[in-house]
């Protein structure tokens, strides 16, 4: 048999959400729902952010190849 290894728990951004989203409703923390929620949706944007720069690089030097 193969040697399988699957990932059955949470990962540390599900696990900050948990702990932030008991934090705050037990009126321990009193921040936003933007920062309770950070830890779901700040690697999305930080991965279009490294997209969108890459992107960008990859049409500059696009456009510096055709220009020569």
Not at 9 to 38: A, C, E, Q
Request: proline fraction near 3%.
């Amino acid at each position: 048999m193969a040697n399988e290894s699957r990932s059955s728990g949470l990962g540390i951004g599900m696990i900050l959400f948990i702990v932030f989203l008991v934090l705050k409703l037990t009126n321990v923390i009193d921040w936003s729902w933007w920062w309770v929620t950070s830890p779901l949706w700040i690697p999305f944007v930080a991965a279009a952010v490294i997209l969108g720069i890459v992107g960008v690089i990859a049409m500059i030097i696009e456009y510096i190849g055709h220009n020569e």
